[in-house]
Each structure stands twice: as structure tokens, then as C-alpha cells.
């Protein structure tokens, strides 16, 4: 069974400072990783994806990735209020079916 | 615009009666799929589609049943409801899965209550 591991939170985080939302996966065959952001009752939008070790940075938005820790990341700077919302780690296995956790629920206070 | 349609948002029927939610997208997308979404469960895959005539289950597929006839459209259907299929469910859809971003396209999902 693959498997991805987040804290369900919820993560509260003061408005301004950097969440920090972390992940691990099972399939070591995984070569692909997306983050996806869910608010409340709506459906998840993909904001970042990453395919190699190292960081990648969009914006306020930077991802992590290390595949021999099996760990991914995602960092978020500068927080806002609006950032509030359920964060979805997607690893992609080496059959291209995205493995979906139950996320880590975020919470921005203002 | 671009988008996935799925009718109906919100229904809630009775056990063993048999229903049908729409799913379509004007994407021109070769990969659709639904998914089920529980509170405090990731998104669970259902059935999947490659293509026009192409379909897979995925993780849960018991119970439902689905077909790729247009390539712009992947209804779901619920033979014989039960109670546990109560549940939001969300279409999606990409371009092929093997060359894509990983950027799946989802609709506003549809919340179904079986009683």
C-alpha cells in the first residue's frame, strides 16, 4: 500500500511568519511530487510541483525535496490570512497515479 | 473558460435508487477520473480514463460504474446506492497522464447524501 504521511494539523501559524508543512512517502518508485491547496468545501488546485532534489522556489511558495529521506516540503513565506486552507501532498508513482494523503489543515491567524 | 462541469452539486437520494452524476470538461483532455473525498481521508480514486472507450478501476470501485463514450464527458454512476457511498465527489480531468504536469483539473465536486 502506498502511503503518505502528513500531520492533519491543524498547523496555526501567526500571520506574516513561515509555515512550514511537511511530508513523507512510501513508494521509493516516486519521481514526482505535487502540492495542492484545498479551502474548505472547494475542490484542490495544484500550487507547485517539484521532480528533483533541492528546492524549488515560486513566489512565497518554496518546495523541498529529498527522495533518499523519502520527504518532501513546503514552505511558505510571509504567510496570509488567505493562505488558510488544507495542503495536499501528491507524490506520482512510476505508474503516473497520483497517491493521495489526507493533508495538513493550515491555519493563518491574523 | 475552461472548466469541469459536474451536476448535481448537492443530492441526496434514498438506498437503492439508481442515480447518475455528469461529469464534463471543454478541455479537450484525454484523462478523467473521479475521485471520493471523506472527512479526514485523502482523495480515493474510484474509476479512471485514458481515452475515449478506455476505463480503470481505481482504489474504490465497488459499487459504482462509469463510462467513456464522448471524450468530453465520464459519468459516474451509483447502480444501487447505499448508505456508505454518501460522500463529495470530484471529477477531473488532464491531458495524458504520462506527459502532463501532474496538474489535474477539478470540478466544484458534488455532495451526495444516500439515506
Known amino acids: 500500500q502506498k502511503e503518505v504521511e502528513q500531520n492533519s494539523g491543524p498547523l496555526s501559524v501567526p500571520e506574516g511568519a513561515i509555515a512550514s508543512l511537511n511530508c513523507t512517502y512510501s513508494?521509493?518508485?516516486?519521481?514526482?511530487f505535487f502540492w495542492y491547496r484545498q479551502y474548505s468545501g472547494k475542490s484542490p488546485e495544484l500550487i507547485m510541483f517539484?521532480?528533483s532534489n533541492g528546492d524549488k522556489e515560486d513566489g512565497r511558495f518554496t518546495a523541498q525535496l529529498n527522495k533518499a529521506s523519502q520527504y518532501v516540503s513546503l514552505l511558505i513565506r510571509d504567510s496570509q490570512p488567505s493562505d488558510s486552507a488544507t495542503y495536499l501532498c501528491?507524490?506520482?508513482?512510476?505508474?503516473?497515479?497520483?497517491?493521495w494523503g489526507a493533508g495538513t489543515k493550515l491555519i493563518i491567524k491574523p | 473558460e475552461a472548466q469541469v462541469t459536474q451536476n448535481p452539486r448537492y443530492l441526496i437520494t434514498v438506498t437503492g435508487k439508481k442515480l447518475t452524476v455528469t461529469c464534463s470538461q471543454n478541455?479537450?483532455?484525454?484523462?478523467m477520473s473521479w475521485y471520493r473525498q471523506d472527512p479526514g481521508l485523502g482523495l480515493r480514486q474510484i474509476y479512471y480514463?485514458?481515452?475515449?472507450?478506455?476505463?480503470d478501476k481505481g482504489d474504490v470501485p465497488e459499487g459504482y460504474k462509469v463510462s467513456r463514450k464522448e471524450k468530453r464527458n465520464f459519468p459516474l454512476i451509483l447502480e444501487s446506492p447505499s448508505p456508505n457511498q454518501t460522500s463529495l465527489y470530484f471529477c477531473?480531468?488532464?491531458?495524458?497522464?504520462?506527459?502532463?504536469?501532474?496538474?489535474?483539473?477539478f470540478g466544484e465536486g458534488s455532495r451526495l447524501t444516500v439515506l
Open positions: 501528491v507524490p506520482r508513482d512510476s505508474n503516473y497515479q497520483l497517491i
Open positions: 517539484i521532480y
Open positions: 513508494d521509493r518508485g516516486s519521481q514526482s
Open positions: 478541455m479537450n483532455h484525454e484523462y
Open positions: 477531473a480531468s488532464s491531458f495524458s497522464s504520462q506527459a502532463n504536469t501532474g496538474e489535474l483539473f
Open positions: 480514463s485514458m481515452n475515449v472507450e478506455v476505463t
